[in-house]
């Protein structure tokens, strides 16, 4: 028995919402960044799952399009890491409640 | 493909997502990305797709999980005011997975077998990207320099306003 295409799309699934749960509940900066890290890594899986189970292109499309997203999703984490960074610097806090001031 | 591998792989992968998301401590959740990364690049590995498995783990763990790190250590004072987990963003996150779950599970056209393929070598995804993936191998390194340039005046602004 191997497993199917169901099996990695659930996997990947349930990923995703963990991720979200990090992104929407937790209140430091740096978790909602782990959080829309791991919800980008249950998307590159369901890109190369599909790649694998579908009739196989040429060029492979599907492995592509996840290295590519590797690439953006690395750009968004040193710019978002930059922010907290500035943010720190500014606010002296990370805490997402507290930073609800423009032009501090 | 093997299903005990993929049991196997799946429980480290959902069990280190879930204590990235939950753990207090932010160096701990960190960490157990790194578990979640090595999880998900030895799915990549068990798919074929092992070029896409091994910029995984050099791409997040070499620099994505160090940069999380680094920041960790250069903001690390104040702790105070995460309460964990709190029931609406856990509501939210059941509700999509519920969605998901349903939506796989009703698709009968999902519950495929994986076809014989012949293995994706190197040589194929570079000969791919030199001939119909320059223009967006092009904007992919364009965009990374000018993250990277944004990265560092994001940083380096505020200092000079201290001065």
Same mark, same amino acid.
């Given at each position: ?9 659930? /996997? ?9 749960? !990090? ?19 249950? !998307? @590159?899986? @369901? ?17 592509? /399009? ?6 953006? !999703? ?13 943010? +720190?610097?500014? +606010? ?13 | ?27 701990? =959740? ?10 998900? =690049? =030895? ?43 709190? *029931? ?6 059941? =509700? ?5 779950? *349903?939506?796989? $599970? ?8 994986? %076809?014989?393929?012949?293995? $994706? ?13 320059? *223009? %967006? ?27």
């Amino acid at each position: 028995m191997t497993p199917t295409l169901q099996l990695f799309l659930i /996997v990947s699934a349930a990923l995703f919402s963990i991720g979200l749960l !990090a992104a929407l509940s937790r209140r430091h900066a740096i978790f909602i960044l782990i959080g829309i890290e791991l919800m980008l890594a249950a !998307a @590159n899986l @369901n890109f190369v799952a599909f790649w694998r189970f579908g009739p196989q292109p040429q060029p492979p499309t599907g492995v592509l /399009v996840a290295i590519f997203s590797i690439a953006i !999703a690395a750009a968004e984490a040193a710019v978002g890491l930059a922010l907290v960074i500035a943010i +720190y610097r500014h +606010y002296r806090t990370t805490n997402v409640d507290k930073l609800d001031s423009l032009k501090g | 493909m093997n299903s005990v591998a993929f049991l196997v792989i799946a429980i480290i992968t959902l069990s280190g997502a879930l204590a990235a998301a939950a753990l207090p401590k932010l160096i701990h =959740a960190a960490l157990s990305l790194v578990i979640v990364f090595v999880g998900v =690049a =030895a799915y990549f590995f068990l798919l074929g797709a092992e070029f896409v498995g091994l910029v995984q783990v050099f791409v997040y763990i070499g620099a994505v999980a160090v940069l999380i790190v680094f920041t960790i250590l250069l903001t690390r004072r104040e702790l105070t005011g995460d309460r964990g987990i709190n *029931w609406g963003g856990a509501i939210v996150a059941l =509700a999509v997975f519920g969605g998901l779950l *349903w939506t796989i $599970l009703k698709t009968k056209s999902l519950a495929i077998r994986a %076809p014989q393929i012949e293995p $994706l070598t190197v040589k194929r995804i570079g000969e791919v990207l030199m001939t119909n993936y320059v *223009w %967006p191998l092009q904007c992919v390194g364009l965009v990374l320099t000018a993250a990277l340039i944004g990265a560092l005046i994001l940083v380096m602004e505020e200092k000079r306003e201290e001065r």
